[in-house]
């Protein structure tokens, strides 16, 4: 798998995954989110701010939170391993 893609697309799906919690499923967020991940590790971290910010019920733990910060661990795991060719 490359990670060296063109900027803009990498522009624009990292604007997709920002999008998806407006538009689709929460299913096409988290994988909007994962994909968007490999290329900018901090993504998902970010659309589990806004899945909380838009639904979050106040009374449980932020999941979308959590959630976008274990993949943002992660996805920096792998992109550190697939630059220096470990896998």
Sequence with gaps: MSFFV???FVIALTAL???SPFLFS???TVFLGVVAGLYMPAV????GVLVDLL???GHTLPLGLC?????CMITYG???LVRTRIM
């Design 26 to 28: 929460s299913a096409v």
């Design 78 to 80: 792998v992109r550190y």
């Design 44 to 47: 998902p971290f970010f659309v």
């Design 6 to 8: 063109s900027r803009p």
């Design 67 to 71: 959630g976008g910060a274990l993949v």
């Design 17 to 19: 995954a920002l999008l």
């Design 55 to 57: 639904y979050y019920p």
